[in-house]
């Protein structure tokens, strides 16, 4: 199995232009938001739903997405669950909650915003002159918010 510096690393590769990282840190968020609103929108056996309203796709894809980071970096997958990741994820909650309120349904919303920030990653990606990494490997799709992380870990002068 690669190491997690190994994954950044690559990832790091094609995501060094400033423009390119920029919208990252913008594009990044936003899909992790809309396909956890797209899978929230997901149907959930009854039973299920009536014993865990919030046991659904989307929650059971975080706790999946949290195993795999812990199996890369057990820091950084602990970082996921900091005060301040908590907060954002708080947000994306809140978030998800106003789009369901719209008069579209939340999958719609939450597809439209996919479209838009892959439309800005790709942009990066023509700026950088790199294609995304993604394309090398599925997996890389899981690396971005953990890339992400690890520049707070850095900044802070926090091991992972």
């Given at each position: 199995?690669?190491?997690v510096e190994?994954?950044?690393?690559?990832?790091?590769?094609s995501?060094?232009?400033?423009v390119?990282?920029?919208?990252?840190?913008?594009c990044?968020p936003?899909i992790?938001?809309?396909?956890?609103g797209?899978?929230?929108?997901?149907?959930?056996?009854?039973?299920?739903?009536a014993?865990a309203?919030l046991l659904?796709?989307?929650?059971?894809t975080?706790?999946?997405?949290?195993?795999?980071?812990?199996?890369?970096?057990?820091?950084?997958?602990?970082?996921?669950?900091a005060?301040?990741?908590?907060?954002?994820?708080?947000?994306?909650?809140?978030?998800?909650?106003?789009?369901?309120?719209?008069p579209?349904?939340?999958?719609?919303?939450?597809?439209?915003?996919?479209?838009?920030?892959?439309?800005?990653?790709f942009?990066?990606?023509?700026?950088?002159g790199r294609?995304?990494?993604?394309?090398?490997?599925?997996?890389?799709l899981?690396?971005?918010?953990?890339?992400l992380l690890?520049?707070?870990?850095?900044?802070?002068?926090?091991g992972?």
């Open positions: 199995m690669r190491s190994d994954w950044l690393g690559d990832y790091g590769a995501h060094a232009n400033p390119n990282k920029a919208l990252h840190w913008i990044v936003l992790v938001l809309a396909v956890l797209l899978l929230w929108s997901l149907p959930v056996p009854a039973a299920l739903a014993r309203p659904n796709w989307s929650t059971l975080m706790l999946a997405g949290l195993a795999y980071y812990a199996l890369l970096s057990v820091p950084l997958a602990l970082g996921m669950l005060p301040l990741a908590l907060a954002v994820l708080a947000l994306a909650v809140l978030a998800l909650d106003a789009l369901a309120r719209l579209l349904p939340l999958w719609q919303s939450c597809l439209a915003i996919f479209i838009v920030a892959w439309i800005g990653q942009i990066g990606h023509a700026i950088e294609r995304p990494s993604f394309f090398k490997d599925v997996q890389f899981l690396i971005g918010p953990l890339w690890s520049f707070v870990f850095r900044s802070l002068r926090l992972y």
